[in-house]
């Protein structure tokens, strides 16, 4: 505060107190001084190159489609290096083989079947509701018996109605969605192991005339069925069986289906009909 001092006539000093204009800020003992904001720090350039792998304690090897690969049969080749796993590097607590991710020992639809990513699909429907309805397209509807039996394996549920190519799939009435099982995702699809040739240029049993007559034969006769793409192919195992009785030869016309599903279709057939020798043309 400023003390002023002022005298009268008769000698008489008078003081008066004025208060002074704070520089202070009300309830602060010292001045505001505004600290400078901290330079925000420039993101890391390098990314976590050792994540964390996760780790599954399913018991069964990963696979990019359980119903439509044939764990019995060995490839002979591959298209990528085995290095590259679908799960991402480092993610999984598995070694990619090429065709699977094998579990460890210590550890207790669609056109690709029953696939590995569809289920966490199933268990994230589950967390709702407690069944999922699945369809099913294509190639996997011509075993659909096989298509049942990788879904309640795999996903531990039960199938409690199964229509031509419709199935709902129970999840079970002790489910806990707090305790389900961790599935590690695929990021991308793999490619396809390299198998032996199907068609075979002579049939077994056969000489090569007699392959090449049964060939021509087939080619020059009507087609027996038409399939499409992406169709429901349920009855067709059936009705190939029924047209062997009476005929030594059948053409299906696969003209609106892909060259890869052509060939798979050959394969399932060969094994389901049976058929001794598959041709495409």
């Known amino acids: 505060m400023l003390i002023e001092a002022s005298f009268n006539g008769d000698s008489t000093c008078i003081i008066k107190a004025q208060p002074r204009k704070s520089t202070f800020k009300k309830g602060n003992s010292a001045p505001h001084f505004q600290p400078p904001k901290p330079k925000p720090k420039?993101?890391?350039?390098?990314p976590n190159?050792?994540?964390?792998?996760?780790?599954?304690?399913?018991?069964?090897?990963?696979?990019?489609?359980?119903?439509?690969?044939?764990?019995?049969?060995?490839?002979?080749?591959?298209?990528?290096?085995?290095?590259?796993?679908?799960?991402?590097?480092?993610?999984?607590?598995?070694?990619?083989?090429?065709?699977?991710?094998?579990?460890?020992?210590?550890?207790?639809?669609?056109?690709?079947?029953?696939?590995?990513?569809?289920?966490?699909?199933?268990?994230?429907?589950?967390?709702?509701?407690?069944?999922?309805?699945?369809?099913?397209?294509?190639?996997?509807?011509?075993?659909?018996?096989?298509?049942?039996?990788?879904?309640?394996?795999?996903?531990?549920?039960?199938?409690?109605?199964?229509?031509?190519?419709?199935?709902?799939?129970?999840?079970?009435?002790?489910?806990?969605?707090?305790?389900?099982p961790v599935i590690p995702l695929m990021l991308w699809k793999p490619y396809a192991p390299i198998y032996p040739k199907l068609v075979k240029n002579i049939a077994d049993g056969l000489r090569f005339e007699e392959t090449k007559e049964m060939r021509n034969r087939g080619l020059h006769s009507p087609a027996f069925m038409k399939l499409t793409r992406n169709g429901v192919y349920v009855n067709v195992v059936a009705r190939v069986r029924e047209a062997f009785e009476t005929e030594e030869v059948i053409r299906l016309d696969c003209t609106h289906v892909g060259t890869s599903d052509c060939k798979r279709i050959s394969a399932k057939l060969r094994d389901l009909a049976p058929c001794a020798y598959f041709v495409r043309g």
């Open 49 to 180: 190159r050792n994540p964390t792998p996760i780790k599954s304690s399913l018991p069964f090897d990963f696979r990019h489609s359980y119903s439509e690969t044939d764990p019995t049969l060995e490839p002979i080749g591959f298209r990528e290096p085995k290095r590259f796993s679908p799960f991402g590097p480092g993610r999984l607590d598995r070694e990619w083989t090429g065709t699977s991710a094998p579990v460890r020992d210590e550890l207790d639809s669609w056109k690709n079947g029953v696939t590995h990513n569809m289920l966490d699909d199933i268990h994230n429907h589950w967390k709702r509701a407690e069944a999922v309805r699945i369809k099913c397209l294509g190639l996997p509807t011509l075993d659909m018996d096989n298509v049942c039996f990788h879904l309640e394996e795999k996903s531990r549920g039960k199938i409690i109605y199964r229509h031509i190519n419709i199935l709902i799939l129970y999840r079970g009435r002790n489910y806990d969605p707090q305790n389900r």
């Open 42 to 46: 420039p993101p890391d350039p390098t």
